[in-house]
């Protein structure tokens, strides 16, 4: 199975600032790799895949991108109402895999 | 708009069987691939299983392989999972996601719970 490890666990940004999210994969591939939004009790969003292409109706402010067995979400400037968890997930192989999350809070 | 709602879910003891149900709307169902993706309380997303748009093509997650069975009904716009031999750690809420790459489209879930 690919494992998906997403760092850091969680970090917290201030509004306006960048916020830069890492997912690293077990073996190297390109660009099966999406992105997801969940707020607590709600359903995660899909916001990125292929590993740069946004989803229908995600604002500019997030972008994604990597190769190989690194791949990164930017928020590049943050919002209130962006604070969440993000997780990455490789659709490469079966099984497909999720990372553990990041959680993003505002300062 | 693109719609998925999840049923079935409940309170089940060890060994008990559920059958979840989902139905999609605002899309041509018959020509999407789908799948089903678990949450547990607290923890992160697992994906479980995916059917392919015509049925021909089924995976599992090694973690519910032989015990879970998913199924789709194009004519009538559902996707099932059967849920047998649960286990406690099968505790999670259940999401259908349309796809089998990335998920673009989930429903709310359906909350399965798995008591001792």
């Known amino acids: 199975d690919i494992v998906m490890t997403q760092s850091p666990a969680s970090l917290s940004v201030s509004p306006g600032e960048r916020a830069t999210l890492s997912c690293r994969a077990s073996?190297?591939?390109?660009?099966?790799l999406a992105w997801y939004q969940q707020k607590p009790g709600q359903a995660p969003r899909l916001l990125i895949y292929?590993?740069?292409t946004r989803a229908t109706g995600i604002p500019t402010r997030f972008g994604g991108s990597g190769s190989g067995t690194e791949f990164t979400l930017t928020i590049s400037s943050l919002q209130s109402e962006d604070s969440a968890v993000y997780y990455c997930?490789?659709?490469?192989?079966?099984?497909?895999?999720f990372g553990q999350g990041t959680k993003v809070e505002i300062k | 708009e693109m719609q998925l709602v999840e049923s079935g879910g409940g309170l089940v003891q060890t060994g008990g069987s559920l059958r979840l149900s989902c139905v999609a709307s605002?899309?041509?169902?018959?020509?999407?691939?789908m799948s089903w993706v678990r949450q547990a309380p607290g923890k992160g997303l697992e994906w479980i299983s995916y059917?392919?748009?015509?049925?021909?093509?089924?995976e599992s997650a090694d973690s519910v392989k032989g015990r879970f069975t998913v199924s789709r009904d194009n004519a009538k716009n559902s996707l099932f999972l059967q849920m047998n031999s649960l286990r406690v750690e099968d505790t999670a809420v259940y999401y259908c996601?349309?796809?089998?790459?990335?998920?673009?489209?989930w429903g709310a879930g359906t909350t399965v719970t798995v008591s001792s």
């Open positions: 996601t349309s796809r089998g790459y990335y998920m673009d489209v």
């Open positions: 605002g899309f041509t169902f018959s020509s999407y691939a």
């Open positions: 059917i392919s748009s015509t049925s021909s093509s089924i």
């Open positions: 073996q190297s591939f390109s660009p099966n």
């Open positions: 292929d590993t740069s």
């Open positions: 997930q490789q659709y490469h192989d079966w099984p497909r895999t």
